[in-house]
């Protein structure tokens, strides 16, 4: 009996200590973390290795073996080093990067004036900006890389059932390889600055042997290639990937908002942010900088989307074979910490103080995103100005994509992959 009674209360006390950390346990030892303080802790916490093996997918599904999926220390420590130095620009490279922003938006060969498809048009410019502004790629390589963000996203949704679409996914590799090492013969090395795929490649034979040497830390980890190791895909993805989608929901929420907003009769006002968002962009263009930006309102619309929309809604760390998922969506939509708006894309509360701990789109600790603080938002600011001070929105087709937000235009946007892949809009140019 006493041994009864003795189970029973070890597992009401465990109830309760899953229950007060939010933290929902499966028999597959696997938790969702929706708690910002336990987050925290296990990001904090967590190591290269924890980061490692749930992203073994991206892995195999685009041959890449970055920090993200490979658990080498010195190879992370080296790769960092370099990011860091190819990321810290001074006053003309930024100048350099928002010059090629606005000619690339401005562009015939992307922009037309009419209705467009809105997903594919902004992954374009975005890849293509990424590419000559912070890697150097050629000014003419549209035409190589113009089906390189459709192939991107195709092997990004088939990576989710690996095994199943393998065949397809490699057939689509193939294709992206070939299109990026065509680019790459394109690109312009200057003496005076570092390459930063050339340097990764050094960083990857230098550390090669003991990579290659690995033990199978876990069923789940497979030792990289050298091809994977090299590949531009390495750095490509990370900044490509969270880039287009901050620039899609920034569009959407400026823009498409307001058109659903006027079609609807609502009279919902628009925050003193956005109604002096024009004035925000000339002065940032005109010195473009992450000093400039932070006393912009830029900024501000820049965390904002990156609250309601995090480019990683979640984040998986596995520690002693116990899966751990962090709901980023869900912690930066918590109504206990941003309030009963929380839904709302409202800029002006990332004038508060007391936002930054609960606010962790870039992950936190030793995993944190090595351009978090500085390039990250700048980049982002950069390609939002661009675009707003070069187009204008001034309808969007009322189809089945946007119907129900049609019906309801307060409603936050879905915040995955396809959810806007449909979405058409009318685009005008702007003269200055």
Known sequence: MFEIISSLVILLLLTI????????????????????????????????????????????????????????ENYRKEFLKV?????????????????????????????????????????????NIVLRGYLGFDANIYEVIDDV????????????????????????????????????????????DINVIQEISKIAHKHLNDIKELPQLTSGFINPTEDELETPLNIIIPTYETMWRVL??????????????????????????????????????KNPSYSTLKTN???????????????????????????????????????????DDSLRFKPERFEKPDTSYSYIPFSVGKMKCAAADKFAPTVAAILIASVLSSVDIVDVVDNEVIQKYRKNPDLPFENHRLAFDKIIVNLTTLSK
Not at 310 to 339: L, S
């Open 17 to 72: 200590f899953y229950k007060k950390c939010n933290l929902h346990y499966s028999s597959s030892q696997a938790f969702l973390i929706t708690n910002i303080d336990d987050a925290r802790r296990i990001l904090i916490e967590s190591d290269i290795l924890s980061r490692a093996i749930p992203n073994q997918g991206l892995k195999k599904a685009f041959q890449i073996s970055n920090p993200f999926t490979n658990p080498n």
């Open 83 to 127: 990011i860091h130095k190819t990321i810290d620009f001074d006053n003309n490279k930024w100048q350099r990067f928002a010059n090629i922003a606005l000619e690339t938006v401005k562009n015939e060969k992307f922009f037309k004036t009419g209705f467009i498809e809105l997903v594919p048009w902004v992954q374009k410019i975005t890849l």
């Open 149 to 192: 963000p459709k192939l991107i996203n195709d092997i990004w949704l088939k990576s989710k059932q690996y095994d199943k679409n393998q065949e397809s996914i490699q057939q689509s590799m193939r294709l992206l390889k070939n299109k990026l090492y065509n680019a790459s013969l394109m690109s312009q090395n200057k003496d005076e």
């Open 248 to 285: 899609l929901y920034a569009i959407l929420e400026i823009k498409v908002r307001e058109i659903l907003l006027i079609k609807n009769n609502s009279k919902m006002k628009k925050n003193n942010h956005l109604n002096n968002l024009n004035n925000s962009i000339d002065n940032f263009l």
């Open 297 to 339: 309102s830029l900024n501000l619309i820049v965390k904002e989307t990156l609250r309601l929309y995090p480019a990683t809604r979640r984040i998986y760390r596995t520690c002693n074979e116990i899966k751990y998922t962090i709901d980023v969506e869900g912690i930066h939509r918590d109504f206990k910490t941003w309030g």
